[in-house]
């Protein structure tokens, strides 16, 4: 499956942004999508995940209560609305999609697919 991702685009601290991430799949509704973000000179990180239909959904504390997952099975789409926005949050955000097993996961290696990228940048 091929992953797309967009939105991303420099924002004031307290701002927010939604991100999207377009599969070419059509059995899309059959793989766990999560978001993950990586900073310069950081380690690829976990930010959020949610199963098939969207009934279960994972989140890292540092992003809890601010960012939003959710997923249009319709469209071959899933979201992220970031909300609340500190410098910290900047990163490049990837969007990556996992085909076994209906439950979000936070590990990245157990994701086969992943988008190219796209770049928030949160200016205080």
């Known amino acids: 499956v091929q992953l797309q991702a967009s939105g991303g685009g420099l924002v004031q601290a307290a701002g927010s942004l939604r991100l999207s991430c377009a599969a070419s799949?059509?059995?899309?509704?059959?793989?766990?999508m999560g978001w993950f973000r990586q900073a310069p000179g950081k380690e690829r990180e976990f930010v959020a995940a949610i199963s098939w239909r969207g009934g279960s959904t994972l989140y890292a504390d540092s992003v809890k209560g601010r960012f939003t997952i959710s997923r249009d099975n319709a469209r071959n789409t899933v979201y992220l609305q970031m909300d609340s926005l500190k410098p910290e949050d900047t990163a490049v955000y990837y969007c990556?999609?996992?085909?076994?097993?209906?439950?979000?996961?936070?590990?990245?290696?157990?994701?086969?697919?992943w988008g190219q990228g796209t770049l928030v940048t949160v200016s205080s």
């Open positions: 799949e059509r059995t899309f509704g059959n793989y766990v």
């Open positions: 990556a999609a996992n085909r076994y097993g209906d439950y979000p996961r936070a590990n990245r290696y157990e994701y086969h697919y």
